[in-house]
């Protein structure tokens, strides 16, 4: 399967602990997206990747979200301390992109679904 | 600020009908609109998109129509199949940046 994977596809934490997700976007995408989705909700920006550099970050972003993408390819989502309310969808996605330029659509993720306790 | 509307959560069409599934906009830098379907347990897949120079876009049983003076798209689905009972976002982006993501609507096709 060479579509965009993302591990673990479920965690359950108690509130306080720190978790971190996974995304393996395809291959030759050099963007990388994180969305996250609450029930009722469409997916909502996180931040999203262009090769290795940071590109974009929601400033509804708490300091608790960190996200990596180390070489280009894989990427990383750590939350710490975690609280109640993080409980969501985490989504991953990827492109090939170009500034400036609408080159297509995202590629998602099956998601990583967060249960805080 | 909601960029993206979906005022209809939900929305139910009898197998073979016509599904409208509508969507406004506020942000008119927006410049490339798409719309995805999404299953339960499963992560959103492309549907079909359009570009703010075209009013048009179809494929197959799919059409979205754009009217750039309303900030108004929607999607129309027929003939409307079982199988297309899923979560419809609409989403947009401005420059080949982000997607910002409706709320979704519900469609549930019965046979």
């Known amino acids: 399967d060479t579509g965009v994977s993302q591990d673990p596809r479920h965690k359950i934490t108690k509130r306080g602990q720190n978790v971190t997700f996974r995304c393996d976007p395809i291959?030759?995408?050099?963007?990388l997206y994180w969305y996250r989705q609450t029930l009722g909700q469409g997916p909502e920006f996180l931040t999203y990747f262009q090769n290795e550099a940071q590109l974009e970050k929601s400033r509804l972003l708490s300091d608790r979200f960190s996200a990596e993408r180390p070489k280009g390819s894989f990427s990383t989502l750590e939350i710490q301390r975690t609280e109640q309310g993080d409980s969501a969808m985490y989504l991953c996605a990827s492109s090939l992109g170009v500034s400036g330029v609408n080159t297509g659509e995202l590629f998602f993720g099956e998601g990583s679904r967060l249960t805080v306790l | 600020d909601q960029q993206v509307k979906q005022n209809s959560p939900s929305l139910s069409v009898q197998e073979g009908r016509i599904s409208i599934l509508n969507c406004d906009y506020t942000n008119s830098m927006f410049d490339y609109f798409l719309w995805y379907k999404k299953y339960p347990a499963e992560g959103p897949t492309f549907l079909i998109s359009i570009s703010s120079i075209k009013d048009k876009n179809e494929d197959g049983r799919f059409t979205v129509f754009l009217n750039k003076s309303a900030k108004h798209l929607s999607l129309h689905i027929v003939p409307s199949q079982p199988g297309d009972s899923a979560v419809y976002f609409c989403?947009?982006?401005?420059?080949?940046?982000?997607?910002?993501f409706g709320a979704g609507t519900i469609l549930r096709v019965k046979s």
């Open positions: 291959s030759e995408h050099n963007r």
């Open positions: 989403a947009a982006s401005a420059h080949g940046n982000k997607l910002v």
